[in-house]
T-cell receptor, first 114, second 111 residues
Framework: GAGVSQTPSNKVTEKGKYVELRCDPI?????LYWYRQSLGQGPEFLIY????????DSGLPNDRFFAVRPEGSVSTLKIQRTERGDSAVYLC????????????FGQGTRLTVV | GQQLNQSPQSMFIQEGEDVSMNCTSS?????WLWYKQDPGEGPVLLIA?????ELTSNGRLTAQFGITRKDSFLNISASIPSDVGIYFC???????????FGSGTQLTVLP
């Protein structure tokens, strides 16, 4: 498809398990962002990639969270030793180069830690 | 993390009425954006504002970038049922690139 694709759309995992969330960007978009959205809140920034490198990971809450984008396209958000407080919708957004360009969001992955 | 102050938190209006919502920030932003999010979907951009004082329209939607660069408002005129959803403001700093979002305004349009 032409939009940002996130898989899976829903993930239920047990506390303490490891999870990976995937984001397939719009072709040609060099900037990629991960956000986390808790119920009743706006999205909160986690990490930003420009190409392959993490340009800003200041939003990652702790060292259990890690993200990669090895070829500058698909990105994976990895969460180790999941906790119930990690339950949220994880959103990916991608954006082309240039000023005044729009970031397009995927539909998100709803993560539930039980 | 930081979020913008968005109000009101929720609104119930009659179909055909106008509605207004606003956002304020303690920080200056170079870009203000307004998004709409439907259940199970990601936010979709409605209006982008790139210049302080700018007033921009998109159909029945009008938004303004505050002159201090610390606030913005969104107006929706002649509301219709499909306007139902959650509206978010977001600020973007050119240097930081990521968006800072408000906590959202839940809009309900009554027939």
């Amino acid at each position: 498809g032409a939009g940002v694709s996130q898989t899976p759309s829903n993930k239920v995992t047990e506390k303490g398990k490891y999870v990976e969330l995937r984001c397939d960007p719009i072709s040609g978009h060099t900037a990629l962002y991960w956000y986390r959205q808790s119920l009743g809140q706006g999205p909160e920034f986690l990490i930003y990639f420009q190409g392959t490198g993490a340009a800003d990971d200041s939003g990652l809450p702790n060292d259990r969270f890690f993200a990669v984008r090895p070829e500058g396209s698909v990105s994976t958000l990895k969460i180790q030793r999941t906790e119930r407080g990690d339950s949220a919708v994880y959103l990916c957004a991608t954006q082309p180069l240039g000023l005044n360009t729009e970031a397009f969001f995927g539909q998100g992955t709803r993560l539930t830690v039980v | 993390g930081q979020q913008l102050n968005q109000s009101p938190q929720s609104m119930f209006i009659q179909e055909g009425e106008d509605v207004s919502m606003n956002c304020t920030s303690s920080s200056i932003f170079n870009t203000w954006l307004w998004y709409k999010q439907d259940p199970g979907e990601g936010p979709v951009l409605l209006i982008a504002l790139y210049k302080a004082g700018e007033l921009t329209s998109n159909g029945r939607l009008t938004a303004q970038f505050g002159i201090t660069r610390k606030d913005s408002f969104l107006n929706i005129s002649a509301s219709i049922p499909s306007d139902v959803g959650i509206y978010f403001c977001a600020g973007q700093d050119v240097a930081a690139r990521q968006l800072t979002f408000g906590s959202g305004t839940q809009l309900t349009v009554l027939p």
